[in-house]
């Protein structure tokens, strides 16, 4: 369920739209372009959005919670979209037209749809739940001191290993950058490669090697950090990785499928929790997880927690009964949100109550992956646009394919950066 992953392979019953009220399924239509409406006997009728899931059995239970919710609340009809394709794109659109959905759900957050008053504060939805969400829950949301989404999933990303081949080699699970270095050197052979983090050979790494040399990428006041000397010191270290010729690079299926890993192509591979169901499928116990290592003394090994965040229109012309579908669904049904993360693939709730009795991540790597979350858990900032993010990719990709002086390169992408943000920051 990565937001990295929306416009991948898709499986699914219907793309379209179906409205419920009083528990029922009353219509369907075939377009992905809401048209509104209403249903007999309700005076409400929410549209709401849904990325295509690529996991089998998500769209049957969005419709079966919004038929839970109009039984609870019969007076509000639930319209139920499911958007395939470029979903970020068609939202995106959609939002500056009278057919806006009422209530949506976003990948990595982002600020400036509060800051354009596209999204309503949530504060009150969470109501004295809010100290149950854990703190990146909560963190990614915050703007301005008031909270603008509430985080329905949490996708952890983390390096899995496969214990055999490193027992095997007499190679230990990697605690720090320069042992991840001379691991996957030494697993590199003729035939395999030694460790995938992507197609293009960085993925998540340059926001990783930042955050695990003690450094970020953007303040909470929206002034560019990762053109720091601690910045600059971790992106040139991954260079490494690229001289050493010990990454995977062009495989057939990219770093969120677990393909590589489970057909022994990698030992080493960064990837989600939702893969570890496949990866246990494929290995049983033979791998184990561990976060993305210290850069070196005085770093802090990391993972990566994205996810998916429900919000509100705040110009639609239903925002209570919205925030009401908010809050029964992603706070107070604490089964359905467990049964969301749980039952179509493998995601942390993020009510910190509600993963604790999560039975499948009670237990093995799932209770691990889940700890280092607590322990170890980054998240993008807001202001964490397609046009900072590529700039800083575009940046760490010279760098590592040692094209410019690092220095300058990295300056040059701070100061593009920092135009981006001002602009989405009104200044």
Known sequence: ?????????????????????????????????????????????????????????????????????????????????????????????????????????????????????????????????????????????????????????????????????????????????????????ALTTKKNKGLFVGNDGLGDTPSLAVWSNGGDLVSRDGKVEFGSPRALEALTGLKRLHDDKSLLLGFTTDWWDPAAFNQGVVPLQWSGLWAMPAVKAALGDDFGVVPWPAFKAGGAPVVRVGGWTGCVNAKGRNVAAAKRFVQWLWVEQADLQKDFAESYGFHVPPRTSVAATAKKLSEGAAKETVELAQKHGRNFPGTWDTAVSSTFSAAAAKIVGGRGEPAAVLAEAVKKAQGEIDKQLGR
């Open 1 to 185: 369920m990565s937001a990295r992953r929306t416009e991948l392979s898709r499986r699914g019953f219907l793309t379209g739209s179906l409205l419920i009220a009083a528990g029922s399924v009353l219509t369907t239509a075939c377009s992905t372009d809401p048209t509104g409406g209403s249903a007999a006997g309700a005076k409400t009728t929410l549209n709401v959005w849904y990325h295509a899931y690529g996991e089998a059995g998500v769209q049957q239970a969005v419709l079966r919670y919004a038929t839970a919710f109009t039984k609870a609340n019969p007076d509000i009809a639930v319209k139920v979209t499911w958007v395939p394709g470029d979903y970020s794109g068609k939202l995106n659109a959609t939002l500056l037209t009278d057919s806006a959905p009422d209530v949506f759900e976003i990948g990595d957050f982002s600020e400036s749809l509060a800051r354009r008053g596209q999204i309503a504060a949530l504060d009150d939805v969470y109501g004295s739940a809010r100290g149950d969400f854990n703190k990146n829950a909560v963190d990614a949301v915050g703007v301005d001191g008031k909270l603008y989404g509430v985080k329905m999933i949490d996708d952890v990303m983390m390096l899995y290993y496969r214990k055999s081949v490193l027992s095997k080699a007499g190679i230990t699970p990697p605690a720090g950058f320069d042992g991840l270095v001379a691991a996957a050197k």
